[in-house]
C-alpha cells in the first residue's frame, strides 16, 4: 500500500529562522505528484508547492522550497525566513497514478516571535 | 472570484440518521473533491466528481455516496451516521480532474451523538 509518513507530529521555531519539515513515502510507481498543503488554524487549506515526479529540478515557491529525492523517496519542505503567518498544520500529500491523493497524519507547526 | 463554499459549517445529529452536506465550486472549476479530515486517521480522500461522473473513490463504505450536479455543484450523503464519522468534511474544487490545483473550502464539522 502506499503511505506517506512525517515524523515530526509538532515543531516550534523563532521568527525568521529557517525549518525543514520531513516527508517520506513509500510507492513503487514511477510517475506521481507531490504536495505540501497548508492548513492554518480555523482557515481553509491552501496549495503550498507542488513537484512532479519526472521533474529532476526542485520546486520553489518565494520563501518555501522542496528537497525531493526521487530515490530515498523522501519529500522535505523548507520555509525560509519564518513568519507569524507560517504558523499552521502543514500537510504532505502523494498523487498516484490513478489520481488518488493520500496525505500524512501532519506537523503542526508553531512559529514563535 | 468567489471561494468554494460549504454549507452547512456545523451539523449535529444521532447515530443512526443520515446527512447531506453541499459544496459549491469556484466559478468555472468542473471537479469536486471530498475529504474525511480526523484527529486519528488524519486526511482520508472519499471521492472525486467531474463533469456529473464519480470518477474516484477511497476506501470508505457504500455509506457515504455523492452526486454532482450540472452546475458542478456536489453533494455528499452519508447514511446510518455512526460516532466514528464524527469529523471535519472537506470539499476542494479545481479546474479539471486530475493533477489540477485544488482549492479546499472551509469545511463541515458534522458532530455524530
Known amino acids: 500500500a502506499q503511505t506517506v509518513t512525517q515524523s515530526q507530529p509538532e515543531m516550534s521555531v523563532q521568527e525568521a529562522e529557517t525549518v525543514t519539515l520531513s516527508c517520506t513515502y513509500d510507492?513503487?510507481?514511477?510517475?506521481?505528484?507531490l504536495f505540501w498543503y497548508k492548513q492554518p488554524p480555523s482557515r481553509q487549506m491552501i496549495l503550498v508547492i507542488r513537484?512532479?515526479?519526472?521533474?529532476?529540478q526542485n520546486a520553489t515557491e518565494n520563501r518555501f522550497s522542496v528537497n525531493f529525492q526521487k530515490a530515498a523517496k523522501s519529500f522535505s519542505l523548507k520555509i525560509s525566513d519564518s513568519q507569524l503567518g507560517d504558523t499552521a498544520m502543514y500537510f504532505c500529500?502523494?498523487?498516484?497514478?490513478?489520481?488518488?491523493?493520500?496525505f500524512g497524519k501532519g506537523t503542526r507547526l508553531h512559529i514563535l516571535p | 472570484k468567489a471561494g468554494v463554499t460549504q454549507t452547512p459549517r456545523y451539523l449535529i445529529k444521532t447515530r443512526g440518521q443520515q446527512v447531506t452536506l453541499s459544496c459549491s465550486p469556484i466559478?468555472?472549476?468542473?471537479?469536486v473533491s471530498w475529504y474525511q479530515q480526523t484527529p486519528g486517521q488524519g486526511l482520508q480522500f472519499l471521492f472525486e466528481?467531474?463533469?456529473?461522473?464519480?470518477?474516484n473513490k477511497g476506501n470508505f463504505p457504500g455509506r457515504f455516496s455523492g452526486r454532482q450536479f450540472s452546475n458542478s455543484r456536489s453533494e455528499m450523503n452519508v447514511s446510518t451516521l455512526e460516532l466514528g464519522d464524527s469529523a471535519l468534511y472537506l470539499c476542494?474544487?479545481?479546474?479539471?480532474?486530475?493533477?489540477?490545483?485544488?482549492?479546499f473550502g472551509p469545511g463541515t464539522r458534522l458532530t455524530v451523538l
Open positions: 510507492t513503487s510507481e514511477s510517475n506521481y505528484y
Open positions: 466528481y467531474f463533469s456529473e461522473t464519480q470518477r
Open positions: 513537484q512532479e515526479a519526472y521533474k529532476q
Open positions: 466559478s468555472g472549476h468542473r471537479s
Open positions: 476542494a474544487s479545481s479546474l479539471t480532474s486530475g493533477r489540477a490545483e485544488q482549492f
Open positions: 500529500a502523494f498523487m498516484n497514478r490513478d489520481d488518488k491523493i493520500i
